[in-house]
């Protein structure tokens, strides 16, 4: 049973670049959420889905993309990374998405712009 | 501004002892806490939640009394083990934010054998 697996898990871009980080969960989840850590700032939401096919903004959503088209994958794209998305990046997944369900997390993406 | 705060970054107990993370949120809309667990290099992992309809629940030797008066919930953990050290998350959630979870910014705990 592996849960969410994140990939890559490293990645160094230089400004500019472009990325798609892929998650994918085989627990058959409806809701699946793309995460950013920052030192001292926790986990802010970037975007989120209730859904096959459907996409949502959360807290943090300026320079990503995200797409559904599978319901067990979700990407997050960066079209023109910056210096400031250096961060770690999580992806999650829950049953029901109402919070009291927990959310299970992949291990993270560490990513650097430079 | 943070809407789920954790003024701690970081906390020392001796194995054996308690040890208490605190966590204040400002949003009176939130109806359901959590607690997640981090271990470097990996993802966050659920460890114990609480309704705003209680001020306890007990699993193990986790316990997580929220006051909601105060806009407060703390996480005890009796008896430390080293294998607690970790960061610690506390997140909540409401229905008015589409359930999704809003995190404070964590506690390093280190227990020390």
């Known amino acids: 049973n592996a849960g969410v697996t994140q990939t890559p898990k490293f990645r160094v871009l230089k400004t500019g670049q472009s990325m798609t980080l892929l998650c994918a969960q085989d627990?058959?989840?409806?809701?699946m959420y793309w995460y950013r850590q920052d030192p001292g700032m926790g986990l802010r939401l970037i975007h989120y889905?209730?859904?096959?096919?459907?996409?949502a903004k959360g807290e943090v959503p300026d320079g990503y993309n995200v797409s559904r088209l599978k319901k067990q994958n979700f990407l997050l794209g960066l079209e023109s990374a910056a210096p400031s998305q250096t961060s770690v990046y999580f992806c999650?997944?829950?049953?029901?998405?109402?919070?009291?369900?927990?959310?299970?997390f992949g291990s993270g993406t560490r990513l650097t712009v430079v | 501004d943070q809407q789920v705060k954790q003024n701690s970054p970081s906390l020392s107990v001796q194995e054996g002892r308690i040890s208490i993370l605190n966590c204040d949120y400002t949003?009176?809309?939130?109806?359901?806490f959590l607690w997640y667990k981090k271990y470097p290099a990996e993802g966050p992992t659920f460890l114990i939640s609480?309704?705003?309809?209680?001020d306890k629940n007990e699993d193990g030797r986790f316990t997580v009394f929220l006051n909601k008066s105060a806009k407060h919930l703390s996480l005890h953990i009796v008896p430390s083990q080293p294998g607690d050290s970790a960061v610690y998350f506390c997140a909540a959630s409401g229905v008015l934010y589409a359930r999704q979870l809003t995190f404070g910014s964590g506690t390093q705990l280190t227990v020390l054998p």
């Open positions: 627990m058959n989840h409806e809701y």
């Open positions: 889905s209730v859904g096959e096919g459907t996409t």
């Open positions: 999650a997944s829950s049953y029901r998405g109402t919070g009291a369900d927990g959310y299970t």
């Open positions: 609480i309704s705003s309809i209680k």
């Open positions: 949003n009176s809309m939130f109806d359901y």
